[in-house]
């Protein structure tokens, strides 16, 4: 199943140097990492705002009612494992502590 699971933007970290990714570190249940807002370039996302993040990518922003909705939702539907299990393998890694 593929899943979009909600994360709070803790930090926005710029521009990396390498290229044009713009990267935020998030909290997404308990786990920071760092998330690319490049799909959301017209309206960047700051520090305390909301994203729906699939495969480390911020999708869309959303009020954090949303958030604690989908967090509820996934954990009654059982999801939170699976949910986890995919912030773990987001491939742009660990945000520094």
Same mark, same amino acid.
């Given at each position: ?35 690319? !807002?490049?799909? @959301? ?14 495969? #480390?990518? +911020?999708? %869309? ?12 939702? !996934?954990?009654? @539907? ?14 742009? #890694?660990? +945000?520094? %502590?």
């Amino acid at each position: 199943m593929c899943l979009a699971i909600p994360g709070k933007i803790l930090e926005t970290t710029g521009q990396d140097s390498n290229d044009d990714m713009h990267l935020a570190v998030v909290d997404v249940m308990g786990v920071r990492r760092k998330v690319d !807002l490049s799909l @959301l370039i017209d309206d960047l996302p700051v520090a305390g705002d909301w994203v729906l993040i699939h495969v #480390g990518f +911020a999708m %869309s922003k959303i009020s954090q009612e949303q958030a604690q909705d989908t967090l509820r939702i !996934l954990d009654t @539907l059982g999801e939170s494992d699976a949910a986890f299990e995919e912030v773990q393998g987001y491939g742009l #890694g660990e +945000a520094p %502590s």
